[in-house]
């Protein structure tokens, strides 16, 4: 197993934009540092509940991906749409509080990002199962995975953090585009592109 690698893909996907990390820096944004932490230990349990269904089931997945790659992107662009509309109105809207920045939809988001859920479903079975099937080790690999998207997400609350004051100064203007950033993810995400493409 090349470490280098595998390690160099989590650290890119995880901590690259997308639509958990967006909404989690305009959280701390709108709501402070606790509440982005709430968003991101509910993004945390989902990410590693999504890898270790995708060690349990590697085999029963990949003979059904597209179904499900085809369910999770129609669900998860409506829900990033949904979360994008609620940054864009996180000035004005004051239940976005309780929509947007808990730690259920911190969890709920994971299963709907079409970026976590390919990300999960293909890196135990692309780096860590050709080389380690006992299930200690795949639990290892889980873990490990795990912390590095935890630690993804601290580096978006801290980011976050450092930088309030400027957002505050600017938030219609950070929420706007928090928004656009959103809706391009979902785009992405959505299969789109790929359609049109075509």
């Not at 709108?30 to 085999?59: D, H, P, Q, V």
């Not at 293909?122 to 080790?137: K, Q």
């Amino acid at each position: 197993m090349n470490i280098t690698s595998f390690l160099i893909y989590c650290v890119i996907v995880t901590f690259t934009p997308g639509p958990t990390n967006i909404v989690i820096l305009s959280t701390v944004q709108g709501f402070g540092i606790k509440r982005a932490m709430e968003y991101s230990y509910g993004a945390t349990i989902a990410f590693g509940a999504l890898l270790a269904i995708s060690a349990i089931l590697n085999t029963v997945l990949v003979s059904i991906i597209p179904k499900i790659l085809i369910v999770m992107q129609i669900i998860g662009t409506l829900y990033i749409l949904y979360l994008a509309y609620q940054i864009y109105k996180m000035d004005t809207s004051g239940s976005t509080e309780k929509q947007v920045a808990t730690l259920r939809s911190g969890f709920i988001m994971q299963f709907v990002n079409p970026k976590v859920v390919l990300f999960t479903m293909t890196v135990i079975p692309s780096f860590v199962m050709p080389y380690y099937t006992d299930p200690h080790l795949l639990a290892i690999f889980v873990a490990i995975i795990t912390a590095i998207g935890f630690l993804a997400f601290v580096t978006w609350v801290i980011f976050g953090a450092i930088f309030k004051e400027i957002l505050l100064k600017y938030q219609k203007l950070v929420n706007v585009s928090m928004s656009l950033f959103l809706i391009y993810s979902a785009i992405m995400g959505s299969g789109l592109v790929e359609l049109i493409g075509r």
